[in-house]
């Protein structure tokens, strides 16, 4: 199997490029810019036996590593000594990503062909071309009686969960987008963001909204952690939530655990989607360290979700990119100490293939080569 996922890693296209820029996002605080030596031992990767691949899932979970390629993975792969929970998958493609009006797309645009299925202008968040609303695959699932929920490390009204409960014409209406939660009825959000519902320039106290539609409101992560069910709303920063090696370590391994606990009480199925915002923000930074922690901890919370894919055995796992960031590429490294040295050729998106891995019921269907567009469409034709 690591034969095979190995082989699947392609040469990047590497090309500078210019993008909708990316708003607040903190720089490295490490010094390991371009060369990565782990401080701690990998993280144990359990190997799960695949539900039927041909089967029918009730259950989705869709995970977004955002500017995420197959030479982050690879990166990962070296860092925790040869071996990922992502090496799970043996149904695999690539997605191209492209936006309405750009070849290389920004988050929002990316987001929003994820979420609905349909192209559109860079910034956008959940509206074509005409800044007409699209709906959503949540709020498909949403009106099917299912349950759904959205998880993230960056703010839960960034571009990428954003396109899958808001709509608005530019990302940057993060007021906005926030309200747009109150007229949803999603079951479960947990990322930062606190602010946006709390602190705002409309003079609107979303929190005392969200109590008041039932939700339990909570900022601390071990509070969150507790939750089997009812509705929850976590948000656990002001903002983003810090980077990985800064943050709880456990942070998106819990909020996705939890996530999934308090929706499959919903015995009609459910729509996850979780976001590893901040491997974008490290390619970005051209910083190879900040891409290898994000990328083990994003793998660490797919660890979670295939867990549970692999005792309900009704559960799609799908996880793929937005885009790829950086130009990224690991030029040398050890995969008996964990030694990655990478190399970036762009402080920017670019518009080479990101992959698309599945694991359970119907996963079969996400093999090959085609749009992102395609990806929503292939998941509500397996549930419809």
């Known amino acids: 199997m690591k034969k095979l996922f190995i082989a699947f890693v392609v040469l990047s296209v590497f090309v500078s490029c210019s993008v909708f820029g990316q708003f607040n996002y903190q720089n490295a605080e490490t010094d390991d810019s371009l060369r990565y ?54 149904n695999l493609g690539f997605q191209t990503t492209h936006s309405a009006d750009n070849y290389i797309t920004d988050s929002a645009a990316s987001g929003t062909a ?71 009825n999603i079951d479960v959000f947990i990322g930062g963001g ?26 601390d992560i071990d509070e969150v952690a507790k939750v089997k069910e009812g509705k929850l709303a976590g948000l656990i920063a002001p903002g983003h939530t810090a980077q990985a090696g800064s943050r709880r370590s456990d942070l998106l391994e819990v909020s996705v655990e939890t996530a999934l606990n308090v929706l499959s009480n919903n015995e009609n199925g459910f729509f996850l989607m979780v976001e590893g915002s901040q491997l974008d923000w490290a390619g970005h930074n051209n910083h190879t360290g900040y891409l290898v922690r994000e990328t083990l901890d994003f793998d660490r919370a797919v660890g979670k979700a295939l867990e549970f894919a692999a005792n309900n055995k009704e559960t799609l796992v799908i996880v793929t990119s937005d885009h790829e960031t950086g130009g990224f590429v690991v030029i040398n490294g050890n995969k008996e100490t964990g030694y990655v040295h990478g190399a970036f050729s762009s402080t920017n998106h670019t518009p080479e293939f990101v992959p698309v891995m599945a694991f359970g019921p119907g996963a079969k269907k996400f093999r090959g080569f085609y749009d992102n567009t395609d990806i929503p469409k292939k998941i509500m034709e397996l549930i419809e």
Do not use: C, W
Request: hydrophobic share 35%; net charge negative.
């Open 114 to 184: 994820l979420a609905t299925g349909q192209k559109t202008y860079g910034g956008a968040v959940g509206v074509d071309t005409d800044k007409v609303a699209i709906e959503n695959i949540r709020e498909k699932f949403e009106n099917m009686g299912r349950a759904t929920g959205l998880v993230s490390t960056s703010t839960i009204t960034h571009a990428t969960p954003a396109s899958f409960i808001a709509h608005q014409p530019s990302r940057n209406m993060y007021e906005a987008i926030a309200a747009d939660f109150l007229k949803t």
């Open 194 to 219: 606190y602010d946006q519902f709390a602190t705002r320039e409309d003079g609107r106290n979303l929190i005392s909204e969200l109590k008041d539609k039932g939700y339990q409101v909570l900022t």
């Open 37 to 90: 030596t782990p401080a701690y031992p990998p993280h144990e990767v359990v190997h799960y036996d695949e539900p039927n691949e041909d089967g029918t899932p009730k259950n989705v979970v869709m995970f977004i590593g955002d500017g995420m390629s197959m030479s982050y993975v690879f990166a990962a792969y070296t860092a925790n000594r040869g071996d990922l929970y992502m090496f799970n998958f043996n």
